[in-house]
Every structure is written in C-alpha cells, then in structure tokens.
C-alpha cells in the first residue's frame, strides 16, 4: 500500500505503533526547579549508573566532556531546567512507568534561577568553570559612522516557541546480538546514529536507526537528545526493548525550543529613505546548555539581517547566552525568522518616520543587482523580484484594506548535499533519501523526477523509509533543503543509471530499465549559495476587546521550480498558519522562577483553526542551477508571514509593535 494512502486510512506506523515482544515503558523523572542543587537521587536509572563515557550526549566516549555547559544526559549535581531529566524508570507497560515515577527520591537544593537573557549576561554563571553565561560572542561586519539625516532605535524580539508537531518525540531502542537497532520519530537517521555510536561509544557497524512514520518535526526531530540515549542504554543494559513516548507537558517542559531572540537596532538612513548602515546586538536565549544551534544562531542571524536591500554598511554584535529554560533548538526557520523580523521591523519605522508608502521605500533600498551584504550574505537583484511580487499580491488595491507587506531572503541549508540510493528489482525502482518526509509529501517531487528522468510509472517507484542499513550515507530533512539537494541526488543518481543501460544496450527504455538489477548509491556534494526571496501581505482587524484576528495572508515566493505544485501550495499553506500563530499567541512563558506557565497546548497559543486567515499563494519559478532547478521553500511561510500580519495590526491601530506574539494590550 501507497504510503500516503497509509495515512489517509489511519495505518501509519509511528512509533507507538510498532510492536514488539516484552517491551519496557520508560518515564522519566524531570526537575522540578529552573535551578537546583542535587545532594542526591535514590531509585530508577540515573547518573550513577551510566559510565563515564556517557557523560553528555554527542560529546563521544571515554570521558566526561570538558564543556561546563554540555547538556549531561541524567543531571548530575545541577539541573538547569524545569523538566531537565534526573532519572528513568521502566515498567511492563505505560501506567505502571508514570506510576513507578514516585519510587525515585531525589535531594532537592533550590538556587536563584536566572530567566531573562539580558539579565543573564551580568548573572553569576549557572555552571561551575564558566566565567560568565556568555557561550557566544562575535562581531560581524565593520563599524562605520555615517553622515546619517535620521538615526532610529528600536529593541525588538520573538519570544521562545514550542515546536508542538502532532506527534511528540518517541523512541523504540532493541538490542540483540549485540547490536542496536532503533526507530525514531526523527528528520534524520544519519544524525541519531552519529550521536548514539560517539556516545555509546559504539562501532557504527553496531547501530541501526529506521525512521518511524513522523507526524511532524519543525526542528526540533533533527539530532539527538538525551532521552534518546537513555531508552538505548536501557535496552542495552536490561536486555529489552525499551520504548519512550513523549507526554505533551514533557513537551513544552523539556524539548527543545525555537526563536527566543532579541534584537537592539539602529538604523541610519538619508532624509531620501535610503538606508546608509545598521548597527545592533543580537541576543539569543540558549537555555541551560550550549548544544546544537545555541553559540552558532545569533552569527546566522546577524549574517541575514540585510536581507534583500542593498545595504553597504553593517556591524553587528551577536551574543549566545545561557538562561534557566529549555535548551534552545530550531523551530521553522530557526534564525531566518528573526532576522527578517528585526530589519522589517526597522524598515517600516523608517517608513513611519519619513511617511512614505511600505512599498516605495522598500524598493528605493532594493538591490539592483547581484549584492553581498557586509555580513557576507550574498542575493541576486532583489528589486526585480519585488515590483513583480507586489503586483502578484494586488498591493494596490490591498493596501486600501491596512494590508501590510514583509519582504525576505530565504537561505536555505543545502550544503554539503544529500545521499540517495537507487536499486532496481522485482520490476520495481527502490528508492532511499537521506532526507524524508515528516507531514511534506515527498513522494510527489520522487515521482515526479522518476517519471521525468527514467519514464516510471507511479506504481514502478517503491519509496523506502531512510534506514541506516540500507542507504550508505545522507544528512537529513531542515532548512529548506529536501527537494533542493535531495532532488537532485534523485536526479544525478537517476541520469546515471541511464547513461549505464546506454553504454550497455545502445539506447535507454523503461523496459530495461526493470528487467535488470542495478543498485546504485551517491552523495551528491553541493556546497554553494542558492538564496531565493519571498513576499507575504496580511490584512487583519481587531475585535471587541483588541483581540487582533487575521482575515488573509497572501504570498508570493521564487520556489526555482514547483516539482509539485499542490505540495508547493500545502507547504506554504501550512506555513502561513505557523507565521499566524507565532503572532496571535504562540509563545512558552516562564515566570520569574523559572516555572513554565505554558503548560499544555491549550495555553501555548497554538493557533485554532477557526482562527486560520484565508490563503491566497503565487509562486515564481526562476530555476536554479541545481540538476532538479528547485530552490527552497520550506520555512519561507514561517519567515514572511509574521512580517506582514504585524504590519496590517500596526497601520490599524497606529501602534508600534515590538515583539510576539502580540497582545492585546500592546494594540491599545
């Protein structure tokens, strides 16, 4: 059966939905406090039984990690966190592990917690042998003192976002014969694996990762995380299966989250509207630990912050600090988002400030021609792009309706390119990504390209899951990156099983094509720049009580080619209502404690869907250079639809939005 036809019927197969003989449940014990002292745990799996070499998760074994602030995968002396795991216990089945969470006795300390980033950075250190909670610290680009008519100052931020897919994390860990084999809800089985054989100091020839069914990711499914490690030590330590599957307010508590970032801006500009520099500081809230994109975020954010305008004069300083939260970890579009909202942000203050039309001082500042920013960032002519978007959307006439408009560059993360497999047997073409599917319907850009490139049939290509054991290498499914690089591995792989049966037969067919056997794998390498831009436009209006509603966002975005354009319609449709949540409520707050006050997913602000805008999309397609002449797509909604919906709030209510999500009291 069509895996897509699989979904559809309700016969997925997630993790919880895989059986296997005498499983363990596992529930984990998580910190109460933001920040505490442990004098000791008594009961369950915890870090007293696990080696030194499984000190921190992705450190590698044979000793504890040197970095202070590594996540540990039990918390051992300190928790950091609400949620930070403390021990595990394991039961027969599910009830008896949340019941079995009360035999473990753990010695609390409370300490004074540290909550706010900016409070943080003069806030004694949260880990011993750290001189201050700064992780990162860089400057970008050079200081420059124009001959500025206007200098405008503004402090912006995105508040912390919780991924909330439909499916929470989940793991099923089996070892035997001494060897691992693991499914995971997971974006990429290359990264699950690398993570459990450094920690678990094991050969790879040992481990074993296949991609469960994944209803959804946004993120936060991309690497390892210390649950992960714990359900494989398990099963390697009780000889069982051992499954974990993530309760919601696990979720919110202890996973991963996205945007928390604050940028202080200034911006010079001519009396013209022509903007002469900016200057800043960006601050993002890492969490209680520097891991995955914490220390390198605030640099990425930085590097974009130009985005399409032709800026010539930039100095940017960019600080990672640590906070008493959740660790930091993409959300969709993790880092482009809140570039695109703090230079947006102060492009429609200038606006404001010399009163001139959205659009017209956008395209006055619009680049001409090919442009690197002096963060390095480099874009083609945006100023083409824009007056084409601008009439897509209906500006004109929209604008009548307080629309208001965000533009932005999308920077994919195609490097350093994709793995693929292609086998042909049993009359049927096999085919394995490094990257998958988690909700994007890749089956449709796999059968396009087969159909395109070797003539198949929908019912002559088998799409496999990524699994470890059978394609060789592959890097896996964020930043806008599958149908880019995992397309054109498909089509690279595919042109030369072609050339193979020409060399062999004199001519290429389909027939023989599936009447022979090939089994052919590549890494296609890609390691350059294919920015692409996009444009959102949101009309919105406010209720009784200055509850802002969102009535519709259109979007027009340079997708290079649509491989299927009803998925290119999903994608961006999808994303649209995220972009609309982020602004209506979406937030994780904390209180001065530390203690998570979003709780459940009711009170996290996920958007309902009687409050979804209506869509209008419009795509461009000017091919890339890449064999499949996609370009990215994936997070672009989540980027400019924010933009635009503050814009439409601010022309109706003449207020100066700051910050989302945006509240009631910041229209009035």
């Not at 931020?157 to 991924?163: F, G, K, L, Q």
């Not at 084999?181 to 790879?204: A, D, M, W, Y």
């Not at 007056?387 to 009548?400: F, R, T, V």
């Amino acid at each position: 059966m069509d895996r897509l036809e699989r979904f559809v019927k309700g016969m997925g197969q997630y993790v919880d939905d895989i059986k296997v003989d005498k499983p363990l449940y596992m529930a984990v014990v998580r910190s109460p406090y933001a920040r505490t002292k442990i004098n000791g745990v008594k009961g369950g799996l915890n870090s007293s039984d696990l080696e030194a070499a499984l000190a921190s998760v992705g450190e590698g074994a044979g000793g504890a990690s040197a970095n202070p602030a590594a996540h540990p995968i039990f918390a051992k002396g300190y928790a950091n966190y609400v949620g930070q795991p403390i021990a595990a216990v394991f039961s027969e089945d599910r009830y008896g592990a949340e019941d079995a969470l009360e035999s473990v006795d753990v010695d609390y300390e409370p300490l004074k917690p540290v909550v706010s980033p900016e409070e943080a950075i003069g806030f004694e250190p949260i880990h011993k042998g750290m001189k201050s909670n700064v992780i990162s610290d860089k400057m970008l680009g050079k200081d420059f003192e124009p001959k500025a008519d206007i200098v405008l100052e503004d402090r912006l931020e995105n508040h912390r976002i919780a991924t909330n897919a439909i499916e929470t994390r989940g793991i099923l860990a089996d070892y035997s014969n001494g060897r691992l084999t693991i499914h995971v809800s997971t974006q990429s089985v290359f990264s699950i694996k690398r993570g459990l054989c450094g920690t678990l100091g094991l050969p790879e020839d040992k481990v074993r990762v296949i991609q469960a069914d994944t209803g959804g990711g946004f993120g936060l499914k991309g690497g390892l995380q210390p649950e992960h490690v714990i359900a494989a030590f398990a099963a390697m330590k009780y000889k069982r299966p051992v499954k974990w599957i993530e309760t919601r307010l696990e979720h919110l508590m202890a996973a991963n989250q996205g945007r928390g970032a604050i940028g202080k801006m200034k911006l010079y500009a001519k009396r013209s509207g022509k903007i002469l520099g900016i200057k800043g500081t960006i601050i993002v809230d890492a969490g209680a630990y520097a891991e995955g994109l914490a220390g390198f975020a605030p640099g990425f954010i930085a590097h974009q912050l130009t985005e399409q305008y032709a800026i010539e004069n930039g100095y940017v300083r960019a600080l990672s600090v640590l906070t008493n939260k959740a660790p930091y970890g993409p959300y969709r579009g993790a880092g482009r988002p809140e570039a695109a909202f703090f230079m947006e942000r102060m492009v429609d203050m200038l606006a404001d400030e010399l009163k001139m039309d959205d659009a017209e001082i956008r395209l006055l500042n619009a680049s001409e021609k090919p442009f690197t920013s002096p963060f390095g960032m480099h874009i083609d002519a945006s100023k083409p792009f824009m007056q084409k978007a601008l009439k897509a959307l209906g500006y004109e006439s929209m604008k009548k309706r307080n629309a208001g408009i965000g533009f932005f560059v999308l920077v994919p993360g195609a490097a350093p390119g994709e793995g693929v497999r292609l086998e042909v047997k049993d009359g049927k073409m096999h085919v394995w990504l490094g990257s998958n599917q988690h909700g994007q319907g890749h089956d449709f850009f796999i059968r396009s390209l087969a159909r395109e490139e070797l003539g198949l049939s929908p019912d002559e290509i088998a799409i496999e899951v990524p699994d470890t054991d059978n394609i060789k290498a592959g890097i896996g499914t964020w930043g806008s990156r599958s149908a880019m690089v995992g397309g054109s591995a498909l089509v690279d792989a595919a042109r030369h099983i072609k050339e193979e049966i020409k060399k062999k037969h004199g001519k290429y067919s389909k027939k023989l094509l599936l009447s022979s056997n090939y089994d052919y794998s590549e890494f296609y390498k890609f390691d350059g720049e294919i920015n692409s831009f996009g444009a959102n436009l949101a009309t919105a209006k406010l209720g009784p009580v200055n509850d802002p509603e969102v009535l519709e966002v259109r979007a027009c975005y340079d997708v290079g080619r649509a491989l299927s354009k009803a998925m290119v319609k999903a994608q961006i449709e999808g994303g649209i209502i995220q972009g609309t949540g982020q602004v209506m409520g979406e937030a994780v707050a904390y209180d001065e404690n530390g203690q998570l006050l979003t709780s459940s997913i009711s009170n996290a602000g996920v958007l309902r869907s009687t409050k979804a805008p209506k869509c209008v999309v419009k795509i461009m397609e000017n091919p890339s250079t890449l064999p499949d002449k996609a370009k990215g797509l994936g997070e672009a909604p989540t980027i400019g639809t924010p933009l635009a919906i503050v814009r439409s709030l601010e022309h109706i209510t003449g207020k100066r939005i700051r910050s989302t999500p945006v509240k009631p009291q910041d229209l009035s």
